[in-house]
């Protein structure tokens, strides 16, 4: 005996359940997660692995499968116990089904593209399947295909025709009717058993009446009624219908998917390496090849549905591809609405492009004084430059290996005047450091900070946290808010205590080590491809700003602010 007990929300709710049961649609039996394909696919009368097949490619389509699914689930009875999730749920009844919806929900609403858009065309699409089933049960609609009334015949001298003799509102006393000497009063007799009411036939001539209380079996053949209220025949008894489960896809389909998939596989494999993509370009090559193999292997699973065989073992390859599927589509998603953000809330930021093509040339342009040559920039430790860092500045290359920004801070001592500074001991120093917190976000670019020797500096902010690194970031990371969000990060977070020179010094003694912590930090908001790297003076072997400048100045053939090479 099911044991699960109907709960009685509030009249609005229970109106709006009572419509959902009425519609006739359920979850099935036949499930791989929360039986709402199936109980769709019986809706429509389709296959449910073509039902499943069409789920997971209109996931791809901003989520759309995913949020149906979700609602169907949530609100469809379930077939074995008629619990519908979200009665239980208003109720006060917790059932842990609920996080899965929750989590397919949560898909949809992550997927990039229309968003709630598309949830709220999935909701209308469960709608009609719904609305659709109630119409089917009053007799029109998708899938009526017609039926028999089970109300008894319209008798014209039954007790319901209104103008009828027997109706007991047209009964009056009549003399003939009267009781006399000759024919004694009616006397009800009391009965042993209430039998309800049947509509019995009118027999035939010829046939004999049908009696209720004889064995069916004893019946003749020839005496039972005939009409669209017979009784079915007892003696031919319809056969059971046998049941025939449908061939599955052969093993040449299943290898031959798996095959392809590995070749195609292999070949995108051969364009990273080729080209020398970023986490970027990873990132939008391996989302369109996994919803390419989505995208044909359920076009495969339609056709196996049209030809009336079943998906087999291409299930497992599905749910592979469809878990690949959905870690790429997180990743995009993530990559896009991290970099719309970054880019669309920090308007304020210096953009810098770092670019080997064309005459992308300028001295002392941005705010700054700096120098670049196509797709490498230097800048110098002026309060002027630093400024611009801290308002922030965005560097955006077209090679990591080749872009290269570098900030040199250096010189700091010869344009600002020394500070006091609180150490962790409760002493005061004086300090010719860079202090502050400067903002740096790079796509596709190499942005080196150098320090004077000696220097404290960590990687993060203040209100938000702070590591001490020499760098963050790299050819295969995303970083957001100082947080690998994507791929590997060269982040260097392990300096060994026994290699520490004086240069270290102020990260394990508190004689140096300042009260508030680093006198730098280096925001990075984000970054794609890209890396901040921290150094000192006496560790960076390239080129300081005056050195480049001293080579590339402009008697090279550089106007100040002019942004191009004459």
């Known amino acids: 005996m099911n044991s699960y007990q109907q709960p009685q929300p509030g009249k609005a709710p229970r109106r709006f359940f009572t419509w959902v049961r009425s519609s006739g649609l359920i979850r099935g039996n036949d499930r791989w997660i929360g039986?709402?394909?199936?109980?769709?696919?019986?809706?429509?009368?389709?296959?449910?692995?073509?039902?499943?097949?069409?789920?997971?490619?209109?996931?791809?389509?901003?989520?759309?499968?995913a949020a149906l699914y979700a609602m169907g689930w949530f609100l469809i009875p379930d077939v074995r116990s008629g619990q519908i999730l979200a009665e239980d749920l208003i109720e006060g009844q917790w059932d842990w089904n609920c996080l899965g919806?929750?989590?397919?929900?949560?898909?949809?609403?992550?997927?990039?593209?229309?968003?709630?858009?598309?949830?709220?065309?999935?909701?209308l699409v469960l709608w009609l399947i719904a609305q659709s089933g109630v119409r089917q049960q009053e007799g029109?609609?998708?899938?009526?295909?017609?039926?028999?009334?089970?109300?008894?015949?319209n008798n014209p001298n039954g007790p319901n025709n209104p103008n009828g003799p027997n109706n007991p509102n047209n009964l009056a006393p009549n003399p003939s009717m009267q009781p006399s000497a000759a024919m004694p009063p009616y006397v009800s007799q009391p009965v042993s058993q209430s039998v309800p009411y049947v509509s019995q036939p009118v027999p035939q001539a010829g046939q004999r009446p049908y009696n209720p209380t004889s064995s069916s079996a004893a019946m003749p053949v020839d005496d039972i009624p005939a009409g669209k209220y017979a009784m079915p025949n007892p003696v031919a008894a319809a056969a059971p219908r046998s049941s025939t489960r449908r061939k599955p896809a052969g093993p040449v389909v299943v290898l031959s998917v798996l095959g392809l998939s590995f070749i195609s596989f292999a070949a995108v494999m051969a364009v990273i390496w080729e080209y020398d993509m970023d986490v970027s370009g990873i990132v939008r090559v391996g989302t369109i090849w996994i919803s390419a193999v989505c995208v044909v292997m359920g076009l495969?699973?339609?056709?196996?549905?049209?030809?009336?065989?079943?998906?087999?073992?291409?299930?497992?390859?599905?749910?592979?591809?469809?878990?690949?599927?959905?870690?790429?589509?997180?990743?995009?998603?993530?990559?896009?609405?991290?970099?719309?953000?970054?880019?669309?809330?920090?308007?304020?930021?210096?953009?810098?492009?770092?670019?080997?093509?064309?005459?992308?040339?300028?001295?002392?342009?941005?705010?700054?004084?700096?120098?670049?040559?196509?797709?490498?920039?230097?800048?110098?430790?002026?309060?002027?430059?630093?400024?611009?860092?801290?308002?922030?500045?965005?560097?955006?290359?077209?090679?990591?290996d080749s872009s290269q920004a570098v900030l040199d801070l250096s010189d700091w001592e010869s344009s600002h005047a020394p500070h006091k500074l609180e150490l962790s001991n409760g002493n005061t120093s004086i300090s010719n450091c860079p202090a502050g917190t400067i903002t740096i976000s790079a796509v596709q670019a190499q942005v080196h900070i150098i320090l004077p020797d000696g220097c404290s500096y960590g990687i993060g902010s203040?209100?938000?946290?702070?590591?001490?690194?020499?760098?963050?970031?790299?050819?295969?990371?995303?970083?957001?808010?100082?947080?690998?969000?994507?791929?590997?990060?060269?982040?260097?977070?392990?300096?060994?205590?026994?290699?520490?020179?004086?240069?270290?010094?102020?990260?394990?003694?508190?004689?140096?080590?300042?009260?508030?912590?680093p006198e730098l930090l280096v925001d990075i908001p984000f970054s794609a491809g890209a890396r901040v790297n921290m150094t000192y003076i006496s560790d960076w072997e390239g080129s300081t700003y005056m050195q480049f400048r001293n080579n590339f100045d402009t008697t090279n053939g550089y106007t100040e602010d002019s942004g191009k090479a004459e």
């Open 35 to 65: 039986g709402v394909c199936s109980g769709i696919a019986q809706r429509l009368g389709w296959s449910p692995t073509l039902v499943r097949a069409l789920m997971i490619v209109a996931t791809l389509f901003f989520g759309f499968g």
């Open 101 to 123: 919806c929750f989590l397919f929900m949560a898909v949809a609403v992550l997927i990039p593209g229309a968003g709630w858009v598309c949830i709220a065309l999935a909701a």
């Open 140 to 153: 029109y609609g998708f899938g009526y295909h017609g039926g028999q009334s089970t109300a008894p015949p």
């Open 300 to 400: 495969i699973v339609i056709v196996l549905g049209f030809k009336g065989r079943r998906a087999g073992g291409l299930i497992p390859l599905g749910l592979i591809a469809g878990a690949c599927a959905m870690c790429m589509i997180i990743a995009s998603g993530t990559y896009a609405i991290r970099h719309y953000d970054a880019t669309h809330t920090n308007i304020s930021y210096t953009d810098i492009t770092l670019s080997s093509a064309g005459g992308h040339a300028s001295v002392d342009a941005y705010g700054m004084n700096q120098v670049q040559v196509k797709d490498q920039f230097y800048a110098d430790s002026s309060q002027r430059t630093f400024d611009k860092l801290v308002r922030g500045v965005w560097f955006s290359g077209d090679d990591y």
């Open 462 to 517: 203040a209100w938000r946290g702070y590591t001490y690194s020499n760098s963050m970031g790299g050819k295969y990371a995303v970083i957001y808010d100082t947080v690998n969000l994507i791929g590997f990060s060269d982040t260097d977070q392990g300096h060994s205590i026994d290699s520490y020179d004086t240069n270290y010094a102020w990260m394990t003694d508190d004689s140096k080590m300042p009260a508030n912590g």
